[in-house]
């Protein structure tokens, strides 16, 4: 059973450049949500998705959009790239019909993405 | 607003000792959910242990379990047996409208031989 999968796990940008980051969620899950994770903080919440479009959203900027496919897979887009977007990207996937238990929300490995 | 407080920067604990990380929380709602995750070096964030508001056993898997004290809202994660690969950052979160995980700044455990 494949868990949550994100690509890519390390990444280079430059100041004003766009980055797309992907995830897959765990078979069976249908919801996917992305938290950004500055170093030494905790997670943020950035949005979640759930059929293909976005269900809550975070305190983030509209430089940060996202797109959910038919088959539940995710990417997030961050476009005029700041110093200060550097951070770890999660994506957690869950299930809606199933309720907030814990045995629902499991994460990825992360993007981590560094800004230049 | 939601909020979840882990007052413990670091922890030092020596393997094969029990270790309890603490968490307090602050919701208005009655119906909630609360994580515990691992965070190793990697990055990726590991699921311990959950806890329903309404649950009225405390939550355990293997060595680790939740100390739920609902009335002074806290919800410490212990683990007994502390062994080298625990050592990691400890998260403690709280399910916000059934959507967005609220999570604290973490603790940094250390296990020592």
């Known amino acids: 059973d494949a868990g949550v999968t994100q690509s890519p796990t390390h990444l280079i940008k430059t100041r004003g450049q766009q980055v797309t980051l992907r995830c897959s969620p765990k078979s069976g899950h249908d919801t996917v949500s992305w938290y950004q994770q500055a170093l030494g903080q905790g997670p943020q919440f950035i949005f979640q998705y759930y059929e293909e479009e976005e269900r809550q959203r975070g305190n983030f900027p509209d430089r940060f959009s996202g797109h959910q496919f038919p088959n539940y897979s995710s990417e997030l887009n961050v476009n005029a790239l700041l110093l200060g977007d550097s951070a770890l990207y999660l994506c957690?996937?869950?299930?809606?019909?199933?309720?907030?238990?814990?045995?629902?929300?499991?994460f990825g490995e992360g993007s981590w993405l560094t800004v230049v | 607003a939601q909020k979840i407080t882990q007052t413990q920067p670091g922890m030092f604990v020596q393997e094969k000792e029990a270790v309890t990380l603490d968490c307090t929380y602050d919701t208005s709602d009655q119906s909630y959910g609360l994580f515990w995750y691992k965070q190793p070096s990697s990055g990726e964030m590991i699921f311990l242990i959950y806890q329903g508001s309404y649950d009225e056993q405390n939550a355990t898997e293997g060595r680790y379990s939740l100390n739920f004290q609902k009335a002074r809202k806290s919800a410490n994660l212990v683990i007994s047996a502390s062994q080298l690969g625990d050592s990691a950052m400890y998260f403690c979160?709280?399910?916000?409208?059934?959507?967005?995980?609220?999570f604290g700044k973490g603790t940094t455990l250390s296990v020592s031989s």
């Open positions: 957690a996937s869950s299930s809606i019909g199933t309720g907030p238990t814990g045995n629902t929300i499991y």
């Open positions: 979160a709280m399910l916000q409208a059934g959507t967005a995980l609220i």
